[in-house]
């Protein structure tokens, strides 16, 4: 998925945020073809500056999000991943 995030830094190691993604999957499988409805995940964003440089900081991540789709077809998906990676300022 992709979309728009934004980000407030409260203190100088922490970050507060939100990302709203949206996307569809395609796969194929043994000759047989899958895919997904358009879905649509909002998070919540939590990151912590665990590696400091003056150019910017390494970041671990945890999110919480929900993917809104086509109920009768998919069950509701709660994901939590945590990520680690890189922000410049």
């Known amino acids: 998925g992709i979309g728009p995030a ?3 830094r409260a203190g100088r190691r922490w970050w507060f945020g ?4 949206g996307g569809r999957g395609e796969a194929n499988f043994g000759g047989v073809a899958y895919s997904t409805d358009w879905v649509f995940a909002p998070t919540i964003d939590v990151s912590f500056a665990a590696i400091e440089r003056t150019h910017g900081q390494w970041l671990v991540s945890a999110s919480l999000g ?3 789709a086509d109920e009768q077809k998919f069950a509701p998906l709660v994901f939590a991943p945590l990520t680690f990676g890189y ?3």
């Not at 939100?18 to 993604?21: G, K, Q, R, V």
Request: charged share 10%; proline share 0%; glycine share 0%.
């Open 6 to 8: 934004m980000a407030f």
């Open 66 to 68: 929900y993917v809104f």
């Open 87 to 89: 922000r410049s300022f």
């Open 18 to 21: 939100a990302t709203l993604l």
